[in-house]
């Protein structure tokens, strides 16, 4: 920590204690950032969290669709690099954002309770009322993402994709331009939630239709792998069903070598209650060519208890279920985009 703290770990008082996070300047990401904090004062009112802002590579590079950039810490990179020359202590990140392999002496210290994972529909003002079934042929749809767009012309082979990069203001101003190109846009229903922009949302693509990234939906708090005081603090933070969902979904992607840019999709259900004995997951996911052509889609349920080595094992057998099914050759071509 960057100053000398005391934690009563029975009553979760301290004293005397600052932690410094780490958090991407955009308005997003401080409303998430600044929800973990106030939620941290809750738990620990005498520590002071201050919070330190920067810019990623993938805030700063707009004008090249995120596919292209290669580049698997897009949004990361620069906040692990404050976490490692102790800047900061702790990072907050939007858990899709974050790779599924980490920087050496770097861990996971909490994954908060997941929001809706779905992505969602924004239509512009002239189509309201409609849904994606009902749009007219050539109609554009922005995304900037290779996963949203390859299993979208899988349904949807009559519309035109567009890239759309920005955060989710930018990205509406482009939708809401009465002389801009764009019928409608894809975004997640968690950010449009914490934006407090639930009302943009015109339709929530189900399952059948579309499968979320990888941790969407859920924050991620990075932190040093021995810094045992912050993990210790973080601990009250963590949601043990978010977590294991999220281990399974990270394990299908690590074992598959995906990134944010690949279109690998995945969904999990618990088909149990909580405490349940020999508690099942089921894990659904996904992996298609960009063009929505090649297609690999299968599921697996499996008992995981609350066992998180059980749940990264889950996500780990489908990845051999999908390799099995021809899912490298897939990805390998993607694989081998030029990295900035």
């Known amino acids: 920590m960057t100053s000398s703290s005391v934690i009563d770990t029975n009553t979760n008082q301290e004293q005397g204690a600052t932690a410094t996070i780490g958090s991407r300047k955009s308005q997003l990401a401080l409303i998430q950032t600044y929800y973990v904090r106030?939620?941290?004062?809750?738990?620990?009112?005498?520590?002071?969290?201050?919070?330190?802002?920067?810019?990623?590579?993938?805030?700063?590079?707009?004008?090249?669709?995120?596919?292209?950039?290669?580049?698997?810490?897009?949004?990361?990179?620069?906040?692990?690099?404050a976490l490692e020359n102790r800047t900061v202590d702790f990072v907050v990140h939007s858990l899709k954002d974050l790779p599924t392999t980490l920087p050496p002496g770097m861990v996971i210290g909490a994954i908060l309770e997941r929001e809706d994972p779905r992505d969602a529909v924004v239509l512009a003002e002239r189509f309201q009322g409609l849904s994606l079934e009902d749009l007219p042929e050539g109609s554009i749809i922005g995304t900037s993402s290779v996963r949203r767009i390859a299993q979208l012309k899988i349904k949807y082979p009559q519309f035109n994709f567009q890239d759309i990069r920005g955060n989710l203001n930018t990205r509406l101003a482009k939708l809401d331009d009465p002389n801009g190109p764009y019928t409608a846009i894809i975004l997640a229903v968690a950010g449009l939630k914490r934006m407090g922009w639930e009302s943009r949302?015109?339709?929530?693509?189900?399952?059948?239709?579309?499968?979320?990234?990888v941790g969407q939906g859920a924050l991620g708090i990075e932190c040093r792998e021995g810094d045992s005081d912050i993990i210790q603090l973080l601990s009250f933070l963590n949601h043990h069903d978010t977590r294991l969902r999220c281990f399974a979904e990270r394990g299908f992607m690590r074992k598959l070598e995906g990134g944010c840019s690949v279109p690998i999709g995945v969904t999990t259900e618990w088909l149990d209650e909580a405490g349940t004995p020999n508690r099942r997951l089921r894990l659904h996911g996904i992996v298609s060519s960009p063009d929505g052509q090649e297609v690999i889609q299968d599921q697996i349920i499996e008992e995981i208890g609350d066992d998180e080595t059980k749940a990264t094992g889950l996500g780990e057998q489908l990845a051999d279920i999908f390799i099995s099914k021809g899912a490298e050759k897939i990805l390998e071509p993607l694989k081998n985009i030029r990295k900035w």
């Open 201 to 213: 949302i015109s339709q929530i693509l189900v399952e059948s239709n579309m499968l979320h990234a």
């Open 38 to 81: 106030d939620r941290l004062k809750e738990i620990y009112p005498g520590y002071e969290f201050p919070v330190v802002k920067m810019s990623t590579t993938g805030d700063n590079v707009l004008d090249v669709a995120l596919s292209k950039i290669g580049e698997k810490s897009l949004f990361t990179k620069e906040l692990e690099v």
